[in-house]
T-cell receptor
Framework: ETGVTQSPTHLIKTRGQQVTLRCSSQ?????VSWYQQALGQGPQFIFQ???????GRGNFPPRFSGLQFPNYSSELNVNALELDDSALYLC??????????????FGSGTQLSVL | DQQVKQNSPSLSVQEGRISILNCDYTNSMFDYFLWYKKYPAEGPTFLIS?????DKNEDGRFTVFLNKSAKHLSLHIVPSQPGDSAVYFCAASANDYKLSFGAGTTVTVRA
């Protein structure tokens, strides 16, 4: 089975630009969550998508938005980039919503640098 | 606000000895706790978990202890091996859709 894949691996943008990050979920998984990991910090929950609908959201402004497609892959879009958006963005897929099981698989992440 | 805290950013231990990683939390609604391990350029991978109805869970060389009254959990690795060198994240869930992570502890196992 294929794991969680994210693209691109690295990205450099300038302040004010928009960015789209992509994630392919693991085979058989219908739920995708996005996390932001700033330097020296742990991952912070952005939002989760289940069956193409947002299933929960963390404390992130509306300029962070997402999509999930019928094949369960997902996109994270960030508008009006700020310097503080520089971080590693992690995608995680699971076979169902809820995280009390251990079947949450992370991708390797996209390292975003905003200059 | 940081609801999960790992106060030791790094830990160095000799191969064969015990590694003890600590984690504190503030949210009393958390009922499930997990440890993840992360190598450079890879995503976090699940290591071990514990439900709030237990105080200990063991899986091979890894044991997690939970002290609910102190809102504290720890991960013991015995014996430590060079392949254990990684960043370890403590995470917690309140039976909802998200995980709250600590900032991580970098473990270095010396030969």
């Amino acid at each position: 089975e294929t794991g969680v894949t994210q693209s691109p691996t690295h990205l450099i943008k300038t302040r004010g630009q928009q960015v789209t990050l992509r994630c392919s979920s693991q085979s058989g998984h219908n739920t995708v969550s996005w996390y932001q990991q700033a330097l020296g910090q742990g991952p912070q929950f952005i939002f989760q998508y289940y069956r193409e609908e947002e299933n929960g959201r963390g404390n992130f402004p509306p300029r962070f938005s997402g999509l999930q497609f019928p094949n369960y892959s997902s996109e994270l879009n960030v508008n009006a980039l700020e310097l503080d958006d520089s971080a590693l963005y992690l995608c995680a897929s699971s076979p169902k919503p809820g995280v009390t099981n251990e079947k949450l698989f992370f991708g390797s992440g996209t390292q975003l640098s905003v200059l | 606000d940081q609801q999960v805290k790992q106060n030791s950013p790094s830990l160095s231990v000799q191969e064969g000895r015990i590694s003890i990683l600590n984690c504190d939390y503030t949210n009393s609604m958390f009922d499930y706790f997990l440890w993840y391990k992360k190598y450079p350029a890879e995503g976090p991978t699940f290591l071990i978990s514990i439900s709030s109805i237990k105080d200990k869970n063991e899986d091979g060389r890894f044991t997690v202890f939970l002290n609910k009254s102190a809102k504290h959990l720890s991960l013991h690795i015995v014996p430590s091996q060079p392949g254990d060198s990684a960043v370890y994240f403590c995470a917690a869930s309140a039976n909802d859709y998200k995980l709250s992570f600590g900032a991580g502890t970098t473990v270095t196992v010396r030969a």
